[in-house]
């Protein structure tokens, strides 16, 4: 795992209370009617809005290595896909048409855009992926595709006209460095002016073209796909002690069928099988462990003289802690990973961090000594050690 990076990244200081409203309509009766169901277009869904970042902010993101950039142009037809990172002379001019400028994974380096993220946290951190942003002018977009996630695509800067079918024919353009569909024809059609935004399941088939400069920022959430998971058990099963033995033969008579599996050798293997298939606890861990694991490119910020323990407690106390952009933190009953690894804490100490999980910091002063006197004193030790121990390794912050 990456602990160390060129770049520090911005700190969110304030958690932002998740939505309980998109526009007019309450977040339950939009899980109940929408969610993983079917489109919706939603006006004003945050109000008061206003853009979280600027063009020059995304422009000067697309130049770090550590992160994920493309540039899409159109020119009469012809579609070309370039990666960055991109000096600023690699981009095209403003005042050309029909090119868009993809940063993918903004909210893990701009604080105002991890809290607009913060905000969709009426949904499972587990299935959130990360937040796209687009710059795109007169023109631009990247033609009409389909996607494996849902998505939310709100409308930060400019116009954006989408369309969408949910009946579509799947075969692409061929030779195009993009999965773009050959024979769209939208079904439903809208003009998204800023604040609005356009929920997406996965499977809907859809185009958005900027109707002027534009940003769109898209709010993505996944789910592993099966082999993901299976990959990640094999992973975990291959980094444990071999097995001693071999599956055992049973046969003591000569046979007549030499070509014949014996199915003594048969429900031996599968008795095995089922001994050591994972329990849901085994499945819980490794899902945790899966879900945080960063990003390949993801690194984090060490400070740069860390300090000891005893001035950390005492900054903590003092201020509190807060969780790096970067940092992914889920728990299953006592049972806590962060960034791609187990914690290995007891019962109380996994209700503390449960709590840093889900509001993504510790508040210091009074909250910090009612949390830090809950613990029981054999706890009290392992708890400030741990949290150092993050901080260390760029994952855990004392709070401004």
Known sequence: MNRTTRRPARAAEAAAAPLRRLGTMPVAQFMAQYWQQRALCMRQVLRPFACPVTPEALFALAEDPDVESRLVTQNQGRWRLRHGPFA????????????????QGVDLHHADVAALAARFRFLP???FDDVMISFATDGGGVGPHVDQYDVF?????????WRIARDFDPALVPGLPLRVLERFRHEEEWVLEPGDALYLPPGIAHEGMALGDCITISIGFRLPAWQEIADAWQDRQARTAPRD????DATRRPTHAPARLPATMVN????????????RRD?????????TEPKPNVVFDPPGSASGIARFRA???????RLDLRT????????????????QVTRPVAAVLRRLADRGRLAGGDVWERTWLALPPEDQAAFCALLHGWHRAGWLHIAA
Do not use: C, F, K
């Open 153 to 161: 695509l709100l409308q930060a800067q400019g116009r954006r006209r």
């Open 328 to 343: 992914r933190m889920l728990y299953e009953g006592p049972d806590i990973a962060i960034n791609g690894e187990l914690a």
């Open 245 to 248: 033995g071999r599956v055992p």
């Open 268 to 279: 031996a293997v599968a008795h095995e099988l089922q001994r050591i298939a994972p329990t």
């Open 125 to 127: 951190a587990a299935r």
């Open 283 to 291: 499945s819980a861990r490794r899902l945790l462990e899966h879900l």
């Open 315 to 321: 900054a903590a106390a003092r201020r509190g802690v």
């Open 88 to 103: 600023s002379a690699d981009l095209p001019a403003r005042r050309s048409a029909a090119w868009t400028l993809l940063v």
